[in-house]
């Protein structure tokens, strides 16, 4: 076994700037829907997916909540300092460090980096700002500048939440591809209507086009909805620059997934399909698997949760493991443990040659040209993925986050 050898430029298409939704349908059931079903294409409207769907499918949802992750700050030389929050470094956990009230550490990304020596700096407050800010005297101090690990110290007063300091002071992380600063729209748009775990820097976009009316006619289908959740990172708006996917490195990514979700995916597999909403759905539906089956392989009794490596699924044999073998390990692992959940992170990087374990059809938005995640989509419905990108650019789909939808069943 060995990492595939794919080169990127493979997988690209012509993508007209116009062809990019720079902001949501006016409602969000209302955006365009493709069915790519074993090889056919048609389209519809999203509020009409309930009718592609078959009773007693298991859908699942990624249900990690976007955060206001940008704060600009300006030094007293008036130099304009922008952080980008992408997750807690102290405390590590995401409830306990919004769950602060005066101090705590986030790794980031910082603009303008060159132009802050490290100093203590405050955040900037326009002319017209609410006194709460006043009040709040939020500070951020450089911790560590080390390449790749940029850590921040936030300070504030008044005893608040760092989740509220973040939602008074914050911006939404819009992608950048949309060439624009974030507006109020953009608060409500940009998170899907069930959302619940603060944590991510950028929206699980194929969930943007659920409303409850569509939530309902799921339920009224007789289809199980049910909930996972991964924080998505700033590293999924990452290009692949190298030639070749061997050269890309994923971001690592946290996730869990509840025992009794594990245990209906467990019961469902192999009846009725599994249907991910989203490519982070996937990502942590398939880590599970790779997780579960290196827990059977050592035994529940002897192992602990490692991190999902980026090429575990093309260099190791863990692959011959069954998928009930696999999920009947972790749930073992749980019941010993008297836990409910699976907490874990993962690398995982899905591309042509991947065999799905769990995951049988897709519900997703389109992808940007050389981006991991049109390889994920290739690698589920393979060469079809032209014809599919080829049926939507002629057929006046709108692309990326905020852009139209596709029901995608493999052959």
């Not at 579960?292 to 050592?298: D, I, L, T």
């Not at 959940?341 to 059809?361: A, E, K, Q």
Request: charged share 25%; net charge negative; proline share 6%.
């Amino acid at each position: 076994m060995s990492i595939p050898h794919i080169s990127i430029s493979d997988y690209t298409y012509e993508l007209p700037d116009e062809r990019i939704a720079a902001y949501p349908a006016p409602r969000r059931d209302a955006s365009k829907l493709l069915i790519y079903n074993k090889g056919s294409i048609s389209d519809s409207i999203f509020r009409n997916l309930p009718g592609y769907l078959p009773e007693g499918a298991l859908m699942v949802f990624n249900n990690t909540k976007v955060v206001p992750a940008r704060l600009l700050f300006r030094r007293d030389t008036g130099a304009m300092i922008e952080i980008f929050c992408l997750e807690p470094a102290a405390p590590e956990d995401y409830s306990l460090c919004f769950a602060a009230t005066s101090t705590c550490v986030w790794k980031t990304i910082v603009g303008n980096k060159k132009k802050w020596k490290g100093e203590p700096i405050h955040l900037y407050l326009p002319e017209n700002h609410d006194e709460y800010l006043d009040n709040l005297d939020l500070e951020a101090t450089l911790e560590d500048a080390s390449e790749g690990n940029v850590q921040v110290r936030f300070t504030w007063k008044g005893g608040d939440p760092f989740s509220k300091v973040m939602e008074m002071c914050g911006r939404v992380p819009i992608p950048p591809y949309l060439h624009r600063d974030s507006e109020s729209i953009d608060s409500e748009r940009y998170q899907t209507l069930y959302a619940s775990y603060r944590g991510s820097v950028a929206a699980p976009t194929a969930g943007l086009h659920f409303t409850e009316e569509v939530l309902s006619g799921l339920k009224r289908k007789g289809l199980d909805c049910e909930n996972v959740c991964l924080h998505v990172g700033a590293g999924t708006f990452l290009p692949v620059k190298s030639e070749a996917i061997e050269g890309h490195t994923m971001h690592s990514e946290p996730f869990s997934i509840s025992t009794d979700v594990l245990g209906k995916i467990l019961q469902n597999k192999g009846n009725k399909p599994v249907i991910a909403v989203g490519t982070t759905s996937v990502r942590t539906l398939e880590s599970l698997y790779w997780l579960g089956a290196e827990c059977a392989r050592k035994g529940p009794e002897s192992w602990e949760p490692a991190p999902v490596g980026q090429w575990v699924p093309y260099t190791s044999d863990l692959g011959e493991i069954s998928v009930k073998d696999a999920l009947e390990a972790l749930l073992a692992y749980t019941e010993s443990k008297g836990m409910d959940r699976i907490t874990c992170r993962t690398r995982i990087i899905i591309v042509p040659s991947y065999r799905f374990r769990i995951v049988d059809w897709l519900i997703t938005n389109f992808h940007q040209p050389k981006s991991t995640l049109l390889l994920l989509i290739a690698a589920l419905i393979g060469e079809d993925w032209r014809k599919v990108y080829d049926y939507a650019l002629g057929h006046d789909f709108r692309f990326l986050s905020y852009g139209d939808s596709s029901l995608l069943i493999p052959r």
